[in-house]
């Protein structure tokens, strides 16, 4: 690892590198939603409560990201900011409501993050498991944690490029075991998920925060716009295309694996990879350690696709001063932000590590942590709708900014209002916790608030 810049180094200029192609901001946004995660264990989750009516649940969820990418197009002409669609909110809303946006991205992604660290961090103990060996408490959470803080320390293109391999391979994974439930399957098709009768406003209510949780990521194609070399055409692009990928996969995954989890008993369904389970029984013996493996790559690169994001937007709040200055420091050879990574990452992987030695399971801090993300990142896209309705953007007619951007507040709204109407009750802790720390978000704003105006 390379050191830190100190006081006794020269500091480098606050700027990154400005350095990556269309293909590597797409990969970003792509390796941060996920793909083969929602495959393996957000359609699960979903359909334990959606049961046939959980493609409904991401039909729903994509019509409200669509609209949502859609509004944050029209911001494409905006200089490209590390603070990600944050600096969209500034341009309609002002300086003070751009960092309180850029702080909630900053919650979005860390709770990104760490769900997904949890879940590969039990995959990598999974794997030492069959090497034979016994692994240690939070062996693989820390070492999973610690690999990605190193990579995306280093030269941005690596790292982009290391998601974009992982990602591809996890999803190749998860279509083949796909072609098989179609081809044969543990029993006859009925295609009952095409047609959910009697399936209650309830069950898709209960599945949609999961939906939603399952796109969160396309967005951050743009905390890549300060490195890209053509911000104005390379972030728009990347955010429509993510959305397509994965709107495409998801509703086909939602339909397929749905029906094909319907064939195994409950206790499996209910269990930590019933996808593997499925494909144990679908394939041949073993058949489920290529699912895990897939899921494995996809989980590595979605925690460090967050992880870039997270360090950006810090690099972002900390350059306007909000966190303290020295976080706005870049790598003296890499050009990366490494002083925010550190600063945003480390304590991060000690909280996920206090929750698991409190002994919650991984599927417990998974839907904890992912409630939390969805509330963060329905608050930034709904600022964001505002600031379109408000603002004046040049190449975007009055009509098309309302009706886009109108449209994309309702139904962040409706969304943002039916997860909140299931999570009363059920969630109350996770909820209080994003209240007090967007509080805390509010008082470093007001402090920091002569420099955000001037």
Same mark, same amino acid.
């Given at each position: 690892? #390379?050191?830190?810049?100190?006081?006794?180094?020269?500091?480098?200029?606050?700027?990154? #590198?400005?350095?990556?192609?269309?293909?590597?901001?797409?990969?970003?946004?792509?390796?941060?939603?996920?793909?083969?995660?929602?495959?393996?264990?957000?359609?699960?989750?979903?359909?334990?409560?959606?049961?046939?009516?959980?493609?409904?649940?991401?039909?729903?969820?994509?019509?409200?990201?669509?609209?949502?990418?859609?509004?944050?197009?029209?911001?494409?002409?905006?200089?490209?900011?590390?603070?990600?669609?944050?600096?969209?909110?500034?341009?309609?809303?002002?300086?003070?409501?751009?960092?309180?946006?850029?702080?909630?991205?900053?919650?979005?992604?860390?709770?990104?993050?760490?769900?997904?660290?949890?879940?590969?961090?039990?995959?990598?103990?999974?794997?030492? *498991?069959?090497?034979?060996?016994?692994?240690?408490?939070?062996?693989?959470?820390?070492?999973?944690?610690?690999?990605?803080?190193?990579?995306?320390?280093?030269?941005?293109?690596?790292?982009?490029?290391?998601?974009?391999?992982?990602?591809?391979?996890?999803?190749?994974?998860?279509?083949?075991?796909?072609?098989?439930?179609?081809?044969?399957?543990?029993?006859?098709?009925?295609?009952?998920?095409? #047609?959910?009768?009697?399936?209650?406003?309830?069950?898709?209510?209960?599945?949609? !925060?999961?939906?939603?949780?399952?796109?969160?990521?396309?967005?951050?194609?743009? /905390?890549?716009?300060?490195?890209?070399?053509?911000?104005? +055409?390379?972030?728009?692009?990347?955010?429509?295309?993510?959305?397509?990928?994965?709107?495409?996969?998801?509703?086909?995954?939602?339909?397929?694996?749905?029906?094909?989890?319907?064939?195994?008993?409950?206790?499996?369904?209910? *269990?930590?990879?019933?996808?593997?389970?499925?494909?144990?029984?679908?394939?041949?013996?073993?058949?489920?350690?290529?699912?895990?493996? *897939?899921?494995?790559?996809?989980?590595?690169?979605?925690?460090?696709?967050?992880?870039?994001? @997270?360090?950006?937007?810090?690099?972002?709040?900390?350059?306007?001063?909000?966190?303290?200055?020295?976080?706005? +420091? $870049?790598?003296?050879?890499?050009?990366?932000?490494?002083?925010?990574?550190?600063? /945003? /990452?480390?304590?991060?992987?000690?909280?996920?590590?206090?929750?698991?030695? +409190?002994?919650?399971?991984?599927?417990?801090?998974?839907?904890?942590?992912?409630?939390?993300?969805?509330?963060?990142?329905?608050?930034?896209?709904?600022?964001?709708?505002?600031?379109?309705?408000?603002? /004046?953007?040049?190449?975007?007619?009055?009509? +098309?900014?309302?009706?886009?951007?109108?449209?994309?507040?309702?139904? $962040?709204?409706?969304?943002?209002?039916?997860?909140?109407?299931?999570?009363?009750?059920?969630? #109350?802790? !996770?909820?209080? !916790?994003?209240?007090?720390? !967007?509080?805390?978000?509010?008082? @470093?704003?007001?402090?920091?608030?002569?420099?955000?105006?001037?």
């Amino acid at each position: 690892m #390379n050191a830190l810049p100190t006081a006794a180094t020269p500091a480098s200029p606050v700027t990154l #590198n400005r350095c990556l192609g269309p293909v590597a901001v797409t990969a970003q946004a792509v390796a941060t939603v996920g793909l083969t995660l929602t495959a393996v264990i957000n359609i699960p989750a979903a359909a334990r409560s959606a049961g046939h009516a959980t493609w409904i649940c991401y039909a729903i969820a994509l019509v409200a990201i669509v609209l949502v990418a859609e509004t944050l197009v029209l911001f494409r002409r905006e200089p490209g900011s590390a603070s990600g669609i944050a600096s969209y909110v500034e341009v309609g809303l002002g300086p003070l409501a751009g960092a309180v946006a850029a702080w909630a991205l900053l919650l979005g992604y860390g709770g990104t993050m760490l769900a997904c660290l949890v879940f590969f961090g039990s995959y990598i103990n999974h794997l030492i *498991g069959l090497l034979g060996w016994q692994p240690l408490p939070l062996l693989g959470y820390g070492v999973g944690g610690l690999g990605c803080l190193l990579l995306a320390r280093r030269d941005v293109r690596f790292s982009i490029h290391t998601m974009l391999t992982t990602e591809s391979i996890s999803v190749l994974i998860v279509l083949v075991l796909c072609g098989v439930v179609l081809k044969h399957g543990g029993a006859p098709a009925d295609l009952a998920a095409l #047609n959910p009768v009697g399936d209650t406003a309830l069950q898709v209510r209960s599945g949609l !925060m999961v939906a939603v949780f399952s796109f969160i990521g396309f967005e951050s194609a743009a /905390t890549l716009g300060a490195e890209s070399l053509r911000p104005e +055409r390379a972030v728009p692009r990347a955010i429509r295309l993510s959305v397509l990928i994965a709107g495409v996969l998801f509703l086909f995954w939602a339909v397929v694996l749905t029906e094909g989890l319907a064939w195994l008993p409950a206790a499996q369904r209910s *269990g930590l990879d019933p996808i593997a389970l499925l494909a144990d029984r679908l394939g041949q013996p073993g058949a489920g350690e290529w699912i895990r493996a *897939g899921a494995f790559l996809c989980l590595f690169g979605s925690t460090l696709g967050s992880l870039n994001a @997270l360090g950006r937007i810090a690099f972002d709040l900390a350059d306007g001063g909000v966190l303290p200055r020295a976080l706005a +420091r $870049v790598h003296p050879r890499f050009r990366t932000p490494a002083n925010a990574l550190a600063a /945003t /990452t480390l304590p991060l992987i000690g909280i996920g590590a206090v929750l698991e030695l +409190r002994g919650l399971s991984v599927s417990q801090l998974f839907d904890q942590l992912g409630g939390f993300a969805v509330l963060a990142f329905l608050l930034v896209y709904g600022l964001v709708a505002v600031a379109a309705l408000v603002s /004046t953007l040049p190449g975007v007619s009055g009509l +098309r900014r309302r009706l886009v951007g109108g449209a994309s507040l309702a139904a $962040v709204a409706a969304v943002a209002l039916g997860f909140l109407w299931s999570a009363v009750g059920h969630q #109350n802790t !996770m909820l209080l !916790m994003f209240g007090l720390l !967007m509080l805390v978000g509010l008082a @470093l704003v007001a402090r920091a608030r002569p420099a955000l105006v001037s």
